[in-house]
Nanobody, 115 residues
Framework: QVQLVESGGGLVQGGGSLSLSCAAS????????MGWYRQAPGKQRELVAD???????NYADSVKGRFTISRDNAKNTVYLQMNSLKPEDTAVYYC?????????WGQGTQVTVSS
């Protein structure tokens, strides 16, 4: 089990950038997959991006080329750099840590993109 705390959300104009952070309560170097998900009002939670222990990344088609996920094992932190933001990126963004027997979520951080 691991506790996760997201930060960095806020209000930004379309075309702008935000950087989200997810701080873990313990070492993440053995956590299989760290990911960012988002949930917009009235919609299901969806995967935005994830990154494996080896550093392999995966992105939703809607954010490819605009968002970058990274992890700093020394700081027990995962990041999501979001560029060229669009109003449709507005959502609550959640961090997830997934292992063979668990899936832990943070409390979420709101990202709002104005047109």
């Amino acid at each position: 089990q691991v506790q996760l705390v997201e930060s960095g959300g806020g209000l930004v104009q379309g075309g702008g950038s935000l950087s989200l952070s997810c701080a873990a309560s313990r070492s993440i170097d053995r956590i299989n997959i760290m990911g960012w998900y988002r949930q917009a009002p009235g919609k299901q939670r969806e995967l935005v991006a994830d990154i494996t222990r080896s550093g392999s990344t995966n992105y939703a088609d809607s954010v490819k080329g605009r968002f970058t996920i990274s992890r700093d094992n020394a700081k027990n932190t995962v990041y999501l750099q979001m560029n060229s933001l669009k109003p449709e990126d507005t959502a609550v963004y959640y961090c997830n840590a997934a292992g063979p027997y668990y899936s832990n979520w943070g409390q979420g951080t709101q990202v709002t993109v104005s047109s």
